[in-house]
C-alpha cells in the first residue's frame, strides 16, 4: 500500500527542494557554467504534476557550435591523455556517482517520473558504465605482424575518433548518457553532449560530477535546448565533429544518418524497438510470468526493450494472461517519489494520449481488457497497468512502440506461426523466448531478427554486455568489450623490410 512521506506544499518530499536548488542549470562549455547566448530558458515539469520544477538555459544553435568549437579545442589534449589518467577520471565519477546515488535517484524521479527504486536502480546501472569503461582504457589493443609474404610488417593501432556529439532521450536520462560517456572518455575522445528537454537534470548533475573530478576544460561540454533540430544540424554538418552516437526514436535516427552523410560521419545509432515475449506451453509459467513483468513493467513500459507483443502459445494463454493481470492489477500507481509506488506517470500528455489510443484501437479490433484500459483524468500523465488478451496482429500496437504500461496478448499454435509473427517488423532491438526445451531454445535465438535475445530472462540490458539492435533498431553496440570500439579509428601502418641481416650489416 502506499504510504505519503513529508511533502511540501507543491506535494514534493522536503528534499526535492534541496536536490533541485544544488543542480546546475547552465550549458557547460569549456569547462564553465553559463547562461545560453540569448539568456532563454525552459521549464522542467514534473510529469506527475504537470507543475515546474526549474527552468534551464535554452541553447540556440550559436552555443550549440560554441560548445562543440570547445570539445574539438580539447580534442589533443584528451588524445594524449593516459590511459591510467583516462581510469582514474571515470573511476573517480563512479565513485562520486555512487556516493550521491541517493540524492540523483531524487532529480530523475522528479523530472521523469519512475519510482525512486527503479530511480536508484538507473544510477547504479549508469555508473556501472563508468566502471566498466574505466577498465577499458586499460585495454585498448593493437597489433604486430608479418605479411603473408614476410616482406614488410603490418603495426595497426587504435586511435580516438575525436570531438563526438551524444544526443539522449528522456526515458533513461542517466544510463543512456554514461553508456555514451563512459567510452567517449576511455577512448580519449571530447563531446557534447544533448539530454532530452524534458529530462536535462541528470545529465547536468553528472556533467557537474565529471567536471569535479578534473577532466580537462572542452573534454566534456553539455547543451540543453528546446530547439533540438536547429542547434544539432549546423553541428553535425560542421565537419568539426568526427562522429555522432543517438538514443532516441527511429524516425529522428534517419534524418540524423542523412547529416551525418554529408561530412560522413561515425554513427552509433540505438533506436525504437517492438520486441516480441514468446511463451512456449512448455515454459516454467511463474518465470515467464515474472519476465513479462519484468519485461514490460520496468520504466513503466517506457523502454526501448519493452515487451511491445506478447505471444502465448494455446496451451497456456489463457493461464498466462489470467496469472499477469493478477500481478498487473496489484501494482500501485502514483508519483514516483511517494513510498510503495511502482508504476509513475508517463512522461507526458502526448504519451498518455498515445497509449490511450492505441489501446482504443486494438479493443476496437476484438481486445478483450483484462485489467486496467483507462486513463486517469486526474492531475499527472498516469496510466494503469493494462493486460489486452486476443490482440490481433493487425493492431496498430503490433507494429508500434507502445512505450506504455500495456501488456498485449496474442495466441499462436506453431514455432513457424510465431517466428513469423515476431520477425514481422522493421525492427530489430530484442526477442524474449521462454520455452524449456535446449533444441527449440537455439533455433529461436538463432532465427529471431534481433540484436539481442532473452532466453528465458525479461531484461537483457547488463553494462558489460554489447546492446543494439539491427534493422531500423540500429547500427553499433554500447557495452561490452564492443562498446569503446565505436569511438576508436583503426590505423594500420605498413613498415617496410626488413632487409636481409646480411645487407643490414654491409651498411657499417
Ligand atoms: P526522440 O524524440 O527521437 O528524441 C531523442 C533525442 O533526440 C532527444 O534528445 C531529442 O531532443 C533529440 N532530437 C529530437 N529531434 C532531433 C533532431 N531533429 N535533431 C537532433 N536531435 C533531435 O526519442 P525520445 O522520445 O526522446 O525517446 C524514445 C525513443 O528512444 C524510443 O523510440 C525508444 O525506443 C528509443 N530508445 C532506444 C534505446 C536503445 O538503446 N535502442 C534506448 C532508449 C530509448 P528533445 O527531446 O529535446 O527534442
Known amino acids: 500500500m502506499a504510504t505519503d512521506t513529508p511533502t511540501d506544499e507543491h506535494g514534493l518530499p522536503a528534499r526535492a527542494q534541496e536536490v533541485l536548488a544544488a543542480v546546475p542549470t547552465g550549458l557547460f562549455v ?4 553559463q547562461p545560453a547566448a540569448s539568456g532563454d530558458t525552459f521549464p522542467v515539469l514534473d510529469p506527475a504534476t504537470g507543475r515546474e520544477l526549474v527552468s534551464v538555459a535554452d541553447a540556440g544553435p550559436e552555443d550549440g557550435m560554441r560548445a562543440l568549437q570547445a570539445a574539438a579545442d580539447a580534442r589533443s589534449e584528451m588524445a594524449e591523455s593516459s590511459p591510467k589518467q583516462r581510469y582514474d577520471w571515470l573511476m573517480a565519477a563512479y565513485q ?10 531524487l532529480l530523475m524521479t522528479l ?11 538507473e544510477v547504479t546501472y549508469a555508473a556501472e558504465f563508468l566502471r566498466h569503461f574505466a577498465g577499458e582504457a586499460l585495454r585498448i589493443e593493437g597489433g604486430y605482424q608479418r605479411s603473408p609474404a614476410g616482406d614488410t610488417r603490418f603495426l595497426v593501432m587504435r586511435q580516438p575518433v575525436g570531438p563526438t556529439l551524444l544526443i539522449t532521450p528522456w526515458n533513461f536520462p542517466m544510463a543512456m548518457g554514461t553508456r555514451k560517456i563512459g567510452p567517449a572518455i576511455a577512448a580519449g575522445c571530447t563531446s557534447v553532449i544533448k539530454p532530452a528537454h524534458q529530462t536535462p537534470l541528470s545529465m547536468l548533475a553528472l556533467v557537474e ?5 578534473g577532466l580537462p576544460a572542452g573534454s566534456v561540454n553539455t547543451v540543453t535546448t528546446t530547439h533540438a533540430g536547429v542547434v544539432m544540424e549546423p553541428m553535425i554538418r560542421s565537419g568539426l565533429a568526427r562522429k555522432l552516437s543517438f538514443t532516441g526514436s527511429t524516425q529522428v535516427g534517419k534524418k540524423l544518418l542523412e547529416q551525418c ?3 560522413v560521419l561515425r554513427t552509433s545509432m540505438e533506436l525504437g524497438g517492438n520486441a516480441p515475449f514468446i511463451v512456449f506451453d512448455d515454459a516454467d509459467l511463474d518465470d515467464a510470468v515474472a519476465g513479462a513483468m519484468a519485461a514490460k513493467m520496468r520504466n513503466m513500459g517506457e523502454a526501448c526493450t519493452a515487451a511491445n507483443r506478447i505471444y502465448v502459445q494455446e496451451g497456456v494463454a489463457e493461464e498466462f494472461g489470467r496469472r499477469l493481470a ?17 508504476v ?6 502526448a504519451a498518455q494520449d498515445k497509449v490511450g489510443e492505441l489501446v482504443a484501437d486494438a479493443v476496437r479490433r476484438g481486445a478483450q481488457v483484462l485489467t486496467g484500459g483507462e486513463a486517469d483524468p486526474g492531475q499527472g500523465y498516469f496510466y494503469p497497468p493494462t493486460v489486452l488478451t486476443h490482440v490481433s496482429p493487425q493492431s496498430r500496437m503490433a507494429a508500434e512502440e507502445i512505450f506504455g504500461p500495456v501488456a498485449p496478448l496474442t ?32 533455433r529461436m535465438a538463432e532465427q529471431l531478427e534481433s540484436g539481442m535475445v532473452g532466453l528465458n530472462q525479461g531484461v537483457v540490458s547488463n553494462p558489460a554486455a554489447p546492446f543494439g539492435g539491427i534493422k531500423e533498431s540500429g547500427l553499433g553496440r554500447e557495452g561490452g568489450a564492443l562498446g569503446i570500439e565505436e569511438f576508436l579509428e583503426v590505423k594500420y601502418v605498413g613498415i617496410g623490410g626488413p632487409r636481409p641481416r646480411a645487407a643490414a650489416q654491409g651498411d657499417g
Open 209 to 213: 560530477i565529471l567536471h569535479e573530478v
Open 30 to 33: 569549456a569547462g564553465a557554467w
Open 261 to 263: 552523410a554529408e561530412k
Open 96 to 105: 562520486a556517482v555512487t556516493e550521491r546515488a541517493d540524492e540523483l535517484a
Open 326 to 342: 493478477e500481478r498487473m492489477a496489484a501494482l500501485q500507481v502514483g508519483p514516483g517519489t511517494r513510498e510503495g509506488v511502482t
Open 111 to 121: 523530472e521523469m517520473g519512475k519510482p525512486l527504486a527503479e530511480a536508484r536502480g
Open 411 to 442: 495466441s499462436f499454435g506453431t514455432e513457424e506461426e510465431v517466428l513469423e509473427l515476431a520477425n514481422d517488423t522493421p525492427y530489430g532491438l530484442v526477442s524474449y523466448v521462454y520455452t524449456r526445451d535446449l533444441d527449440r531454445s537455439l
Open 344 to 349: 509513475g506517470p508517463l512522461i507526458d500528455q
